[in-house]
């Protein structure tokens, strides 16, 4: 068996014998078996051939198989499902996993199939030629059977050429609706969000004409054709409840990667406002009729709904204090925090690997699931936070913000700042990408719910 990587910089020519192209991962939904094509296009190991100057090997290609993962399915019950012979299946799959981890390949992922006549020449009877996946949105994986009877699996890596681009507007439906009708992803609107996580409701505060940038990192291949996106440079919001902009940057004394205001600010807090996205704040931290109950009662948190295996992240940095069930909280976990506060986070569906008393957790680690464990009505994270032993309200704290640059270090950013800021003047208006989108549904609005996640698809995450 042999594996090697090369360079994917040989033109459209080699990558069409490849049954390359940019592969959308959209989980495809239709019931029907995989799409059967017939042979029009050559063996892709002759491509293979003619770079490693290998003897020629025997060609007699019947026809190429297209298929997407199902839920559920591992690579090998979709090569069984496809027509593959159980044995060259195992085969195929065990050069594949030298240059695939196994476990990342989701639901959606499309592979294509090469068949050919078995050694008998009967048409009925048909062996496994190869196979090729996309694990990443850069990254090709070619397997193929060798004239010898082995297996070779080859990596194409894509040659990518970096550039920016920049979305912006006025708020009219919501911001993830105006993003990606200017070439942006899913993940740039939830990289958005979690910078102003610490500034803005988004529950309640965006309105209608608010204005929102963001300049984000691009990659494109070597005909031009976008990849894929990258990192977040650039993110401002001023509307009527915030004006503030953030520039990422990364000083150079702890290599800790940051947002920084104008100023060099830190644009994380102490506690994060709201530990968890997707949700929609349905009850308010006060005196209250209890849901179950039936009498009026402190409610000692704030509730945010939302589907059943929603991530739930920390709130801050600290030490957990307890961790499983505990009376009516359902699945239950309590972190001890600097300066007199705790954080509290009920009704979990279940909890992250590794949860337990006296784990250290960072702020933004994923903890647990939503879930409707104890008294509960459905589905909820019931959130709370002590100072010294007494409930607070978590929408209203004025909590202690993270570092401030001086120095050397203030310097480099405000040459940073200048880079991006000329970035983001190269771009003036906002122009439509060819991009499309291949996350999680979410949107950002300024309506009352504001991010909204399909429950199927968080679920298959979750576990």
Same mark, same amino acid.
């Given at each position: 068996?042999?594996?090697?990587?090369?360079?994917?910089?040989?033109?459209?020519?080699?990558?069409?014998?490849?049954?390359?192209?940019?592969?959308?991962?959209?989980?495809?939904?239709?019931?029907?078996?995989?799409?059967?094509?017939?042979?029009?296009?050559?063996?892709?190991?002759?491509?293979? #051939?003619?770079?490693?100057?290998?003897?020629?090997? *025997?060609?007699?290609?019947?026809?190429?198989?297209?298929?997407?993962?199902?839920?559920?399915?591992?690579?090998?019950?979709?090569?069984?499902?496809?027509?593959?012979?159980?044995?060259?299946?195992?085969?195929?799959?065990?050069?594949?996993?030298?240059?695939?981890?196994?476990?990342?390949?989701?639901?959606?992922?499309?592979?294509?199939?090469?068949?050919?006549?078995? *050694?008998?020449?009967?048409?009925?009877?048909?062996?496994?030629?190869?196979?090729?996946?996309?694990?990443?949105?850069?990254?090709?994986?070619?397997?193929?059977? #060798?004239?010898?009877?082995?297996?070779?699996?080859?990596?194409?890596?894509?040659?990518?050429?970096?550039?920016?681009?920049?979305?912006?507007?006025?708020?009219?439906?919501?911001?993830?609706?105006?993003?990606?009708?200017?070439?942006?992803?899913?993940?740039?609107?939830?990289?958005?969000?979690?910078?102003?996580?610490?500034?803005?409701?988004?529950?309640?505060?965006?309105?209608?004409?608010?204005?929102?940038?963001?300049?984000?990192?691009?990659?494109?291949?070597?005909?031009?054709?976008?990849?894929?996106?990258?990192?977040?440079?650039?993110?401002?919001?001023?509307?009527?409840?915030?004006?503030?902009?953030?520039?990422?940057? #990364?000083?150079?004394?702890?290599?800790?990667?940051?947002?920084?205001?104008?100023?060099?600010?830190?644009?994380?807090?102490?506690?994060?406002?709201?530990?968890?996205?997707?949700?929609?704040?349905?009850?308010?931290?006060?005196?209250?009729?209890?849901?179950?109950?039936?009498?009026?009662?402190?409610?000692?948190?704030?509730?945010?709904?939302?589907?059943?295996?929603?991530?739930?992240?920390?709130?801050?940095?600290?030490?957990?204090?307890?961790?499983?069930?505990?009376?009516?909280?359902?699945?239950?976990?309590?972190?001890?925090?600097?300066?007199?506060?705790?954080?509290?986070?009920?009704?979990?569906?279940?909890?992250?690997?590794?949860?337990?008393?006296?784990?250290?957790?960072?702020?933004?680690?994923?903890?647990?699931?939503?879930?409707?464990?104890?008294?509960?009505?459905?589905?909820?994270?019931?959130?709370?936070?002590?100072?010294?032993?007494?409930?607070?309200?978590?929408?209203?704290?004025?909590?202690?913000?993270?570092?401030?640059?001086?120095?050397?270090?203030?310097?480099?950013?405000?040459?940073?700042?200048?880079?991006?800021?000329?970035?983001?003047?190269?771009?003036?208006?906002?122009?439509?990408?060819?991009?499309?989108?291949?996350?999680?549904?979410?949107?950002?609005?300024?309506?009352?719910?504001?991010?909204?996640?399909?429950?199927?698809?968080?679920?298959?995450?979750?576990?």
């Amino acid at each position: 068996m042999k594996n090697s990587s090369f360079e994917w910089g040989l033109g459209a020519s080699f990558v069409a014998l490849c049954g390359a192209g940019l592969v959308s991962l959209t989980v495809d939904a239709r019931a029907s078996d995989a799409a059967t094509f017939n042979a029009g296009a050559e063996d892709p190991r002759l491509a293979l #051939t003619s770079l490693y100057k290998a003897a020629t090997p *025997d060609i007699g290609l019947r026809e190429i198989r297209e298929a997407s993962v199902r839920r559920n399915e591992t690579l090998s019950g979709l090569l069984d499902r496809v027509g593959a012979p159980r044995f060259d299946a195992n085969d195929a799959v065990h050069a594949v996993s030298d240059l695939v981890d196994l476990r990342r390949i989701l639901p959606g992922q499309d592979v294509r199939i090469w068949l050919e006549p078995g *050694d008998e020449g009967d048409e009925a009877d048909v062996r496994l030629a190869g196979m090729s996946l996309r694990p990443d949105s850069d990254r090709q994986v070619l397997v193929f059977r #060798t004239s010898g009877g082995d297996w070779s699996a080859q990596e194409l890596t894509a040659k990518l050429s970096a550039s920016h681009h920049k979305v912006s507007g006025a708020i009219e439906d919501s911001i993830y609706s105006a993003a990606l009708a200017q070439g942006a992803r899913d993940q740039q609107v939830v990289d958005f969000a979690s910078i102003f996580a610490y500034d803005i409701d988004f529950q309640r505060d965006p309105r209608v004409g608010d204005e929102f940038e963001i300049l984000y990192e691009t990659f494109a291949d070597e005909r031009g054709n976008p990849v894929r996106n990258g990192d977040v440079l650039f993110a401002s919001y001023h509307g009527s409840a915030l004006k503030k902009n953030f520039y990422r940057f #990364t000083p150079s004394d702890d290599g800790v990667t940051d947002f920084f205001d104008d100023e060099g600010q830190s644009a994380r807090k102490f506690l994060m406002k709201t530990p968890i996205n997707g949700a929609r704040l349905s009850s308010h931290f006060g005196n209250r009729r209890h849901p179950v109950l039936g009498y009026n009662k402190l409610h000692k948190g704030t509730d945010f709904a939302a589907p059943r295996g929603t991530p739930i992240y920390a709130a801050g940095n600290g030490v957990i204090e307890r961790a499983g069930p505990f009376s009516t909280y359902g699945n239950y976990i309590r972190i001890r925090h600097a300066n007199g506060y705790q954080t509290a986070y009920a009704h979990m569906n279940g909890f992250a690997k590794g949860m337990r008393k006296g784990r250290r957790v960072r702020q933004g680690e994923i903890i647990g699931y939503v879930g409707t464990t104890g008294r509960s009505t459905g589905p909820h994270l019931h959130y709370e936070v002590h100072l010294n032993g007494n409930p607070v309200n978590a929408m209203r704290l004025k909590l202690p913000t993270g570092r401030k640059l001086e120095g050397d270090q203030l310097e480099a950013f405000l040459a940073e700042r200048q880079r991006i800021d000329q970035m983001r003047a190269e771009q003036a208006g906002p122009k439509a990408l060819p991009v499309p989108s291949m996350d999680l549904p979410i949107a950002i609005s300024a309506s009352q719910d504001v991010l909204a996640i399909d429950p199927d698809e968080i679920s298959s995450f979750a576990n």
